[in-house]
């Protein structure tokens, strides 16, 4: 912590080396608070490419669409506007996103629930030399919405978060097979 001295007021900032606007520093200014979260539901647009890293990290990669439905104010019909994604699963230390990917086996036209955050991907272009920038969805957790019968090799499950599955305790990557989620007609209510 430091102290810092401003109009006969000593201001404490938790961070050293971060200054923090505060209403005695600014009058008029309001504190905003930061917030990248993204939910979406859609599909697939291609089959996921996997990369493993000389580190031994692993990151899986696909095209996301999600819908967005609009009526148009000549016609007066419903149309469908699609927004296109790209969005990248790694395999963190505590949990292996980017495996669960492969062994669902998730497909182009997978229905998954995604809640990630942007980032800004930045990067010169080899042809023009022109600098190019796009954002992209880091997958922080994701959840299969197809049926178990809908995706080709998703029968051992059908979500997973950094915990390792739906609230339960995390999976051992010991070869033992997940707690499944109970199948549609067991659900105790």
Same mark, same amino acid.
């Given at each position: 912590?430091?102290?810092?001295?401003?109009?006969?007021?000593?201001?404490?900032?938790?961070?050293?080396?971060?200054?923090?606007?505060?209403?005695?520093?600014?009058?008029?200014?309001?504190?905003?608070?930061?917030?990248?979260?993204?939910?979406?539901?859609?599909?697939?647009?291609?089959?996921?490419?996997?990369?493993?890293?000389?580190?031994?990290?692993?990151?899986?990669?696909f095209g996301f669409a999600v819908t967005n439905r609009r009526k148009n104010?000549?016609?007066?019909?419903?149309?469908?506007?699609?927004?296109?994604?790209d969005c990248s699963v790694f395999n963190g230390e505590t949990n292996k +996103?980017?495996? #669960?990917?492969?062994?669902? %086996?998730?497909?182009? &036209? =997978?229905?998954?629930?995604?809640? @990630?955050?942007?980032?800004?991907?930045?990067?010169?272009?080899?042809?023009?030399?022109?600098?190019?920038?796009?954002?992209?969805?880091?997958?922080?957790?994701?959840?299969? +919405?197809?049926? #178990?019968?809908?995706?080709? %090799?998703?029968?051992? &499950? =059908?979500?997973?978060?950094?915990? @390792?599955?739906?609230?339960g305790p995390p999976h051992d990557e010991g070869g033992e097979d997940p707690?499944?989620?109970?199948?549609?007609?067991?659900?105790?209510?």
């Amino acid at each position: 912590m430091r102290t810092r001295q401003r109009r006969g007021a000593a201001i404490t900032l938790p961070n050293p080396g971060r200054s923090r606007t505060t209403p005695e520093d600014s009058p008029g200014v309001t504190i905003m608070a930061n917030l990248n979260k993204v939910l979406l539901i859609g599909r697939l647009t291609r089959d996921p490419e996997f990369r493993s890293f000389a580190s031994g990290g692993r990151v899986a990669s696909f095209g996301f669409a999600v819908t967005n439905r609009r009526k148009n104010p000549q016609t007066g019909q419903w149309e469908d506007d699609p927004m296109f994604i790209d969005c990248s699963v790694f395999n963190g230390e505590t949990n292996k +996103l980017a495996d #669960r990917i492969e062994q669902f %086996g998730l497909r182009k &036209g =997978s229905q998954l629930f995604l809640e @990630g955050r942007l980032v800004l991907d930045r990067w010169d272009d080899k042809a023009t030399g022109e600098k190019r920038s796009k954002h992209k969805l880091v997958i922080d957790n994701f959840q299969l +919405l197809d049926s #178990r019968s809908d995706a080709a %090799g998703s029968a051992r &499950g =059908s979500s997973t978060n950094r915990s @390792g599955g739906r609230g339960g305790p995390p999976h051992d990557e010991g070869g033992e097979d997940p707690i499944l989620p109970p199948e549609e007609g067991d659900i105790p209510f």
